[in-house]
T-cell receptor, first 117, second 119 residues
Framework: GAVVSQHPSRVICKSGTSVKIECRSLDFQATTMFWYRQFPKQSLMLMATSNEGSKATYEQGVEKDKFLINHASLTLSTLTVTSAHPEDSSFYIC?????????????FGEGSRLTVL | AQTVTQSQPEMSVQEAETVTLSCTYDTSENNYYLFWYKQPPSRQMILVIRQEAYKQQNATENRFSVNFQKAAKSFSLKISDSQLGDTAMYFCAPQLPKNKIFGNEKLTFGTGTRLTIIP
Protein backbone atom coordinates (compact mmCIF):
# COMPACT_ATOMS: atom_id res chain seq x y z
CA GLY A 1 0.00 0.00 0.00
CA ALA A 2 0.84 3.67 0.04
CA VAL A 3 -0.29 5.32 3.22
CA VAL A 4 0.09 8.98 4.08
CA SER A 5 -0.63 10.09 7.60
CA GLN A 6 -1.34 13.62 8.72
CA HIS A 7 -1.22 14.88 12.27
CA PRO A 8 -3.03 16.44 13.98
CA SER A 9 -6.41 15.85 12.38
CA ARG A 10 -7.91 18.77 14.26
CA VAL A 11 -6.28 21.70 15.97
CA ILE A 12 -7.66 24.79 17.64
CA CYS A 13 -5.34 27.63 18.50
CA LYS A 14 -5.43 31.23 19.61
CA SER A 15 -4.79 34.05 17.21
CA GLY A 16 -1.10 34.92 17.02
CA THR A 17 0.22 31.46 17.81
CA SER A 18 1.95 29.07 15.42
CA VAL A 19 0.71 25.64 14.47
CA LYS A 20 2.67 22.77 12.94
CA ILE A 21 1.07 20.05 10.82
CA GLU A 22 3.00 16.89 9.98
CA CYS A 23 2.67 14.76 6.87
CA ARG A 24 4.32 11.34 6.83
CA SER A 25 4.54 8.66 4.17
CA LEU A 26 4.38 5.49 6.25
CA ASP A 27 5.37 2.76 3.81
CA PHE A 28 7.13 4.47 0.93
CA GLN A 29 9.63 7.17 0.18
CA ALA A 30 8.03 10.33 -1.12
CA THR A 31 9.86 12.15 -3.87
CA THR A 32 7.65 15.13 -3.53
CA MET A 33 5.00 16.30 -1.14
CA PHE A 34 2.27 18.80 -1.87
CA TRP A 35 0.28 20.96 0.50
CA TYR A 36 -3.29 21.95 -0.32
CA ARG A 37 -5.82 24.17 1.33
CA GLN A 38 -9.54 23.57 1.06
CA PHE A 39 -12.27 25.96 2.12
CA PRO A 40 -15.77 24.61 2.85
CA LYS A 41 -17.51 23.29 -0.25
CA GLN A 42 -14.64 24.34 -2.46
CA SER A 43 -11.89 22.61 -4.37
CA LEU A 44 -8.34 21.93 -3.28
CA MET A 45 -5.98 24.80 -3.87
CA LEU A 46 -2.30 23.97 -4.13
CA MET A 47 -0.21 25.99 -1.72
CA ALA A 48 3.27 24.65 -2.28
CA THR A 49 5.38 21.81 -3.58
CA SER A 50 8.25 20.46 -1.54
CA ASN A 51 11.07 18.16 -2.52
CA GLU A 52 13.28 16.50 0.05
CA GLY A 53 16.31 18.63 0.83
CA SER A 54 15.15 21.57 -1.28
CA LYS A 55 13.28 24.76 -0.60
CA ALA A 56 9.57 24.55 -1.20
CA THR A 57 8.06 26.09 -4.31
CA TYR A 58 5.09 28.24 -3.41
CA GLU A 59 2.11 29.00 -5.61
CA GLN A 60 1.36 32.56 -6.52
CA GLY A 61 -0.35 34.41 -3.71
CA VAL A 62 0.83 32.07 -0.95
CA GLU A 63 3.01 33.79 1.64
CA LYS A 64 6.10 31.68 2.23
CA ASP A 65 6.88 33.43 5.50
CA LYS A 66 3.38 32.69 6.69
CA PHE A 67 3.28 29.05 5.68
CA LEU A 68 6.64 27.50 6.41
CA ILE A 69 7.27 24.16 4.77
CA ASN A 70 10.07 21.82 5.73
CA HIS A 71 10.83 18.57 3.93
CA ALA A 72 13.74 17.20 5.90
CA SER A 73 13.44 13.56 4.90
CA LEU A 74 11.86 11.36 2.25
CA THR A 75 9.06 10.45 4.63
CA LEU A 76 8.24 13.68 6.43
CA SER A 77 7.11 17.15 5.48
CA THR A 78 5.79 19.76 7.86
CA LEU A 79 3.63 22.84 7.35
CA THR A 80 3.86 25.54 10.00
CA VAL A 81 1.25 28.27 10.02
CA THR A 82 3.00 31.15 11.74
CA SER A 83 1.16 33.84 13.70
CA ALA A 84 -2.15 32.28 12.79
CA HIS A 85 -5.24 34.43 12.37
CA PRO A 86 -8.91 33.50 12.00
CA GLU A 87 -8.69 33.81 8.21
CA ASP A 88 -6.16 30.97 8.25
CA SER A 89 -8.85 28.64 9.53
CA SER A 90 -9.24 25.96 6.88
CA PHE A 91 -8.76 22.32 5.99
CA TYR A 92 -5.17 21.54 5.04
CA ILE A 93 -4.34 18.41 3.07
CA CYS A 94 -0.98 16.96 2.15
CA UNK A 95 -0.21 14.50 -0.60
CA UNK A 96 2.87 12.61 -1.68
CA UNK A 97 4.22 11.00 -4.83
CA UNK A 98 6.34 7.88 -4.75
CA UNK A 99 10.06 7.90 -5.33
CA UNK A 100 10.01 4.69 -7.34
CA UNK A 101 7.47 3.10 -9.59
CA UNK A 102 5.87 6.41 -10.24
CA UNK A 103 2.41 6.03 -11.72
CA UNK A 104 1.57 9.69 -11.48
CA UNK A 105 -0.78 8.98 -8.62
CA UNK A 106 -0.71 11.10 -5.51
CA UNK A 107 -1.49 9.65 -2.10
CA PHE A 108 -3.34 11.89 0.29
CA GLY A 109 -3.29 12.36 4.02
CA GLU A 110 -6.48 12.49 6.03
CA GLY A 111 -6.35 16.26 6.27
CA SER A 112 -6.02 18.65 9.20
CA ARG A 113 -8.74 21.05 10.24
CA LEU A 114 -7.31 24.24 11.69
CA THR A 115 -9.51 26.60 13.67
CA VAL A 116 -8.00 29.88 14.81
CA LEU A 117 -9.91 31.66 17.54
CA ALA B 1 -2.96 29.31 -16.84
CA GLN B 2 -4.04 25.73 -16.50
CA THR B 3 -7.78 25.43 -16.06
CA VAL B 4 -10.02 22.52 -15.21
CA THR B 5 -13.78 22.88 -15.58
CA GLN B 6 -16.42 20.69 -14.05
CA SER B 7 -19.68 22.14 -15.28
CA GLN B 8 -21.98 20.23 -12.93
CA PRO B 9 -21.72 21.57 -9.36
CA GLU B 10 -24.29 19.06 -8.10
CA MET B 11 -25.91 15.90 -9.36
CA SER B 12 -28.20 13.32 -7.89
CA VAL B 13 -29.32 9.96 -9.21
CA GLN B 14 -31.27 6.99 -7.97
CA GLU B 15 -29.39 4.03 -6.66
CA ALA B 16 -28.44 1.53 -9.40
CA GLU B 17 -28.65 4.14 -12.13
CA THR B 18 -25.77 5.32 -14.29
CA VAL B 19 -24.37 8.82 -14.03
CA THR B 20 -21.75 10.71 -16.01
CA LEU B 21 -19.66 13.55 -14.60
CA SER B 22 -18.05 15.90 -17.07
CA CYS B 23 -14.62 17.52 -17.05
CA THR B 24 -12.75 19.65 -19.54
CA TYR B 25 -9.29 21.09 -19.19
CA ASP B 26 -6.74 23.16 -20.97
CA THR B 27 -3.17 22.14 -21.69
CA SER B 28 -0.46 22.33 -24.29
CA GLU B 29 1.20 19.16 -23.05
CA ASN B 30 1.07 15.93 -25.02
CA ASN B 31 1.85 13.35 -22.37
CA TYR B 32 0.25 13.56 -18.96
CA TYR B 33 -1.92 11.69 -16.51
CA LEU B 34 -5.53 12.40 -15.62
CA PHE B 35 -7.28 11.36 -12.45
CA TRP B 36 -10.66 11.31 -10.85
CA TYR B 37 -10.65 11.52 -7.07
CA LYS B 38 -13.60 11.28 -4.72
CA GLN B 39 -13.90 13.00 -1.38
CA PRO B 40 -16.58 11.47 0.86
CA PRO B 41 -17.83 13.24 4.00
CA SER B 42 -14.76 11.96 5.85
CA ARG B 43 -12.74 14.38 3.64
CA GLN B 44 -10.22 11.65 2.75
CA MET B 45 -9.24 11.91 -0.92
CA ILE B 46 -9.63 8.56 -2.66
CA LEU B 47 -8.41 7.70 -6.15
CA VAL B 48 -11.24 6.53 -8.38
CA ILE B 49 -9.57 6.03 -11.74
CA ARG B 50 -6.47 7.00 -13.70
CA GLN B 51 -5.89 7.58 -17.42
CA GLU B 52 -2.66 8.07 -19.31
CA ALA B 53 -3.00 10.59 -22.12
CA TYR B 54 -0.91 8.60 -24.59
CA LYS B 55 -3.25 5.62 -24.31
CA GLN B 56 -6.24 5.69 -26.63
CA GLN B 57 -8.11 3.05 -24.71
CA ASN B 58 -10.40 4.42 -22.04
CA ALA B 59 -9.61 3.32 -18.50
CA THR B 60 -12.06 1.10 -16.66
CA GLU B 61 -12.12 0.18 -13.00
CA ASN B 62 -15.07 -2.05 -12.07
CA ARG B 63 -18.16 0.21 -12.15
CA PHE B 64 -16.12 3.27 -13.06
CA SER B 65 -15.03 4.15 -16.57
CA VAL B 66 -13.88 7.24 -18.40
CA ASN B 67 -14.52 8.76 -21.78
CA PHE B 68 -11.24 10.41 -22.66
CA GLN B 69 -11.29 12.65 -25.72
CA LYS B 70 -7.75 13.99 -26.00
CA ALA B 71 -8.31 16.36 -28.90
CA ALA B 72 -11.33 17.85 -27.18
CA LYS B 73 -9.52 17.86 -23.83
CA SER B 74 -12.46 16.14 -22.24
CA PHE B 75 -12.30 13.54 -19.48
CA SER B 76 -15.69 12.41 -18.21
CA LEU B 77 -16.37 9.81 -15.54
CA LYS B 78 -19.17 7.28 -15.83
CA ILE B 79 -20.42 5.46 -12.75
CA SER B 80 -22.55 2.43 -13.49
CA ASP B 81 -24.91 0.71 -11.06
CA SER B 82 -24.44 3.56 -8.61
CA GLN B 83 -24.33 2.72 -4.93
CA LEU B 84 -25.04 4.73 -1.80
CA GLY B 85 -21.33 4.69 -0.99
CA ASP B 86 -20.66 6.62 -4.16
CA THR B 87 -22.10 9.74 -2.54
CA ALA B 88 -19.19 12.18 -2.42
CA MET B 89 -17.52 15.15 -4.03
CA TYR B 90 -15.78 14.14 -7.23
CA PHE B 91 -12.77 16.03 -8.50
CA CYS B 92 -11.27 15.82 -11.94
CA ALA B 93 -7.50 16.30 -11.71
CA PRO B 94 -5.23 16.37 -14.72
CA GLN B 95 -1.59 16.30 -13.75
CA LEU B 96 -0.57 19.71 -15.09
CA PRO B 97 1.71 21.38 -15.70
CA LYS B 98 4.81 19.29 -15.99
CA ASN B 99 7.59 20.18 -13.62
CA LYS B 100 10.54 19.49 -15.86
CA ILE B 101 13.08 20.25 -13.15
CA PHE B 102 12.05 17.65 -10.65
CA GLY B 103 10.46 15.31 -13.14
CA ASN B 104 7.20 15.22 -11.29
CA GLU B 105 3.91 16.90 -11.82
CA LYS B 106 1.31 18.50 -9.64
CA LEU B 107 -2.41 17.98 -9.81
CA THR B 108 -4.74 20.76 -10.81
CA PHE B 109 -8.16 20.13 -9.34
CA GLY B 110 -11.46 21.03 -10.91
CA THR B 111 -14.17 22.77 -8.95
CA GLY B 112 -15.81 19.48 -8.10
CA THR B 113 -19.19 17.82 -8.55
CA ARG B 114 -21.22 16.92 -5.51
CA LEU B 115 -22.86 13.59 -6.29
CA THR B 116 -25.72 12.26 -4.20
CA ILE B 117 -27.04 8.75 -4.65
CA ILE B 118 -30.68 8.54 -3.63
CA PRO B 119 -31.89 5.28 -2.04
Amino acid sequence: GAVVSQHPSRVICKSGTSVKIECRSLDFQATTMFWYRQFPKQSLMLMATSNEGSKATYEQGVEKDKFLINHASLTLSTLTVTSAHPEDSSFYICSASKREGDTGELFFGEGSRLTVL
Amino acid sequence: AQTVTQSQPEMSVQEAETVTLSCTYDTSENNYYLFWYKQPPSRQMILVIRQEAYKQQNATENRFSVNFQKAAKSFSLKISDSQLGDTAMYFCAPQLPKNKIFGNEKLTFGTGTRLTIIP
